[in-house]
């Protein structure tokens, strides 16, 4: 079994509400993902469910954990195994 290395950085932005605060019904937004040496990270702002899956040089993916996020921001990362690099990245929905 390969040995992947997660990273797991949530920055939870509360919305300025009065009353009961709901989550965001606006879904997922702003996603974008970077690929740096063996590393590819994900983030999304607003609310739901993603993950990051990253491509490496060596035919194979890593996939991060599932994270969800509720009217804030998050952001995930995951490396490729051993020696191979990250060629791509893409955020994926729940």
Avoid: Q, Y
């Avoid at 993950?51 to 996939?63: G, L």
């Amino acid at each position: 079994m390969r040995s992947l290395l997660a990273t797991v950085l949530v920055l939870a932005a509360l919305p300025a509400t009065t009353g009961a605060a709901s989550a965001d019904p606006e879904g997922l937004r702003s996603c974008g993902t970077s690929v740096e040496e063996s590393v590819g990270n994900g983030w999304c702002s607003g609310s739901g469910t993603f993950r990051v899956v990253v491509a490496c040089d060596d035919n194979r993916f890593a996939r991060s954990p599932w994270i969800t996020i509720s009217g804030g921001k998050g952001t995930i990362g995951v490396s490729c195994h051993g020696p191979a690099r990250a060629v791509g990245a893409e955020v994926e929905e729940a």
